[in-house]
């Protein structure tokens, strides 16, 4: 399963209504992961295929979205996005979401998946 493109409004319909809800509740019934990027970004292009690798290695298990910052500045903003790529780590219990700013290696990526979102 491809990564998918995420908008505010598709944010709000299946991950979180920032708009109205006070206390972190994720709608998905999967762990997810965000992907905050821009396609100027050097490092952003190169995490990329690594995600889509991630997103059909996990396509059962997890879902995988992307943001593109220059787009969607409400989402980068909601999230005080400072760096890109910015990865946004979502478990599916209403444990709090993990923010991890920088490019990270395949191998660490899998580990926090396997870790954090699917224990």
Known sequence: MPTVKLTADKFKKEIFDYTIEKEWKYKGDKPAIIDFYADWCGPCKMVAPILEELSDDYKENLIIYKVDTEVERELAS????????????????????????GALPKDALKQIIEKELLN
Do not use: H
């Not at 890109?84 to 979401?97: A, C, E, N, Y």
């Open 78 to 101: 909601v999230f005080q996005i400072r760096s890109i790529p910015s990865i946004l780590f979502i478990p599916k219990d209403s444990k709090q979401p993990m923010m991890q700013p």
